[in-house]
């Protein structure tokens, strides 16, 4: 199984960035999946989680839409006005169910893309 993320950048407050996660060998849709963030000397902290339906951490409710496409085995995370607090590196997960809630601790989660890194910064 590999989990490929995508999309990190550098981009100023209030900006936006659209993070990709391509799936291979696993049966993407029946796979709840999910984005986590961590920052510098923080633990590993939920976002968001596409499945049967989708579910976002308070901190990014409003801000941050996740979606999936099914036929491209992709997830995405659209972040719109950013701040400088958003800045972390950002992994995708798969978990194997489609049914929520969904659970907030990583070690709920089968697999793990590499990350990439987003900076809010100006």
């Known amino acids: 199984v590999q989990l490929q993320a995508s999309g990190g950048g550098l981009v100023q407050p209030g900006g936006s960035l659209r993070l990709s996660c391509a799936a291979s060998g696993l049966t993407f849709g029946n796979y709840g999946m999910g984005w986590f963030r961590q920052a510098p000397g923080k633990e590993r902290e939920f976002t968001s989680w596409?499945?049967?339906?989708?579910y976002y951490a308070d901190s990014v409710k409003g801000r941050f839409t996740i979606s999936r496409d099914n036929t491209k085995n992709t997830v995405y995370l659209q972040m719109n006005s950013l701040k400088p607090e958003d800045t972390a590196v950002y992994y995708c997960?798969?978990?194997?169910?489609?049914?929520?809630?969904?659970?907030?601790?990583?070690?709920?989660?089968?697999?793990w893309g590499q990350g990439t890194q987003v900076t809010v910064s100006s």
């Open positions: 596409s499945g049967r339906n989708t």
């Open positions: 997960a798969a978990q194997g169910s489609l049914y929520g809630p969904p659970s907030s601790r990583p070690q709920s989660y089968d697999y």
